[in-house]
């Protein structure tokens, strides 16, 4: 979550495109989690170190250490998935 996000949400302000019930939405997209949702889950396993940007790119990230960690306590074997 970006820091205007987090200030937004800290406030009660809903961030991004919320549905009339309140919740984010999210997508299913190629395969992935799209949408609002998705955006903000891998903004928040950026802030939680699980993923990091690839150096001398904009848009590749790599899992870190950290988040293989993480992500197996989760059930994702990580290396499987390469």
């Known amino acids: 979550m970006t820091a205007k996000a987090h200030r937004e949400v800290s406030a009660g ?13 999210g997508k299913r997209c190629y395969g992935h989690l799209g949408g609002t949702l998705g955006v903000r889950l891998f903004e928040r396993l950026i802030e939680l170190g699980w993923f990091t940007q690839k150096e001398g790119t904009t848009t ?18 990580v290396e499987r998935r390469r």
């Open 13 to 25: 302000k809903p961030v991004g495109k919320v549905s009339g019930d309140g919740v984010l939405d």
């Open 60 to 77: 590749v990230y790599e899992v870190t250490d950290l988040g293989k960690v993480e992500l197996g306590r989760l059930g994702v074997d």
